[in-house]
């Protein structure tokens, strides 16, 4: 069966520190994978995806960047943090069903704190 | 571009009563409709989706949803819920992308709560 990784669970980084936060697959080979933000009271906003090892799709002009260095690896980055950053983070991977619609699985998501 | 209106920001119910999520949506071709479940602190997980044919879908825990297209609606059901159904409640709706994946866009989320 298919499962997803995310770490760290939770951060707290002062603003202008830099971000890294992983995400990995097991279980499947080429999916499509995606980073999602969820801000206090608010609901999931798509910043990134990607189809393949190296191709990132940017939904949303940011302080952050993805990067997929591995087929089920995916990484959400950024190089000064704002504290616009902190939020609930979530990672979901897909692929593609003959005959049905993709469905998003979810991680079970970082929280960060910028202060 | 594609939306997702979940009129409800807040829901009570009592337990044992029945429960129904409004979602409206806004979607140019046929939809690919979606209900999420959230759990505090917790991601998502999925209760049921609708992409063709039948427009009573059925989901996990006892959930149903119904696609009705003349009202651009998705709302989601349960004839009787339970304590453990307290959770936030995102509905979402797919569109393909240039790469030929789906892109969800959510509503802002229903918080249900369950009082005895």
């Known amino acids: 069966s298919q499962t997803i990784h995310q770490w760290p669970a939770t951060l707290v980084q002062p603003v202008g520190s830099p971000l890294s936060l992983e995400c990995t697959v097991e279980?499947?080979?080429?999916?499509?994978l995606y980073w999602y933000r969820q801000a206090a009271g608010r609901g999931l906003q798509l910043l990134f995806y990607s189809v393949g090892i190296g191709q990132i799709s940017s939904e949303v002009p940011q302080n952050l960047s993805a990067s997929r260095p591995q087929d089920r690896q995916f990484i959400l980055s950024s190089k000064k943090l704002l504290l616009s950053d902190s939020g609930f983070y979530l990672c979901a991977w897909s692929v593609r069903q003959p005959g049905s619609t993709d469905t998003q699985y979810f991680g079970p998501g970082t929280r960060l704190t910028v202060l | 571009a594609q939306s997702v209106t979940q009129p409800d920001i807040h829901i009570t119910v009592s337990e044992g009563a029945s429960l129904e999520l409004r979602c409206n949506y806004s979607?140019?071709?046929?939809?690919?409709l979606f209900w999420y479940v959230q759990s505090p602190g917790q991601g998502l997980q999925l209760l049921l989706k609708y992409f063709s044919g039948d427009t009573l879908v059925q989901g996990i825990k006892g959930f149903e949803a119904e696609f009705k297209r003349s009202q651009s609606s998705f709302n989601l059901r349960k004839p009787s819920v339970h304590w453990s159904d307290a959770a936030e409640y995102f509905c979402a709706v797919g569109a393909l992308s240039n790469f030929g994946n789906e892109k969800l866009t959510f509503g802002t989320g229903t918080r249900l709560t369950i009082i005895p």
């Open positions: 979607y140019g071709a046929t939809p690919y």
């Open positions: 279980g499947t080979s080429n999916p499509n």
